[in-house]
């Protein structure tokens, strides 16, 4: 089943409880799965990689404003965003723990005989399509650099 599919059905069944939260978070990704689909350079088609970068982008925003309403001493708009974004990952692949990104860079390091923080783009390039959206891109950029700079 497409993910517009599912949104869909889990669109109607939020309206028929009334759960607000499930409501604005399922209509903010069928909001941007929409203008995707419709912009001029996805030729009208949206690929399960589109569909985890644009849910990885809603959550990463979410996350970035549940820290500015807690610096500006929001804590019930905090807890609104942060909620959305765990409600948004439900969607995403099951994400890696640090330890198995850690295997997957140490291999791909070593697999691609990369030395020092020269190789770093390269090196997380080769991650980012291995892992398929299941880790955070700051997440993989920073095991990777450990990894290069030990």
């Known amino acids: 089943m497409l993910l517009i599919e599912k949104i869909n059905i889990e669109l109607k069944q939020a309206m028929l409880i009334k759960d607000k939260l499930r409501l604005e978070s ?7 799965l929409t ?5 001029i350079s ?6 399960k990689e589109d569909e985890i970068k ?6 990463k925003q979410r996350r970035e404003s549940t820290k500015i309403y ?4 929001r804590p019930d708009l905090a807890q609104i965003e942060e909620a959305q974004a ?4 439900t969607f995403l692949p099951e994400q890696l723990t640090n330890q198995e990104i850690e ?3 140490s291999k791909v390091i070593k ?13 997380i390039g080769i991650v980012v399509k291995m892992i398929e959206g299941r880790a955070d891109g700051k997440t993989v950029s920073n095991i990777v650099k450990q990894k290069l700079s030990d």
């Open 42 to 47: 996805s030729n009208n088609s949206v690929t």
């Open 54 to 59: 644009i849910l990885q982008k809603l959550v």
């Open 70 to 73: 807690i610096d500006q001493n």
């Open 111 to 123: 697999e691609s005989k990369s030395i020092g923080l020269k190789d770093m783009g390269k090196v």
């Open 103 to 105: 295997a997957i860079v």
């Open 35 to 39: 203008l995707h689909q419709s912009s």
């Open 26 to 32: 399922l209509r903010a990704i069928k909001t941007s």
């Open 86 to 89: 765990d409600f948004i990952s």
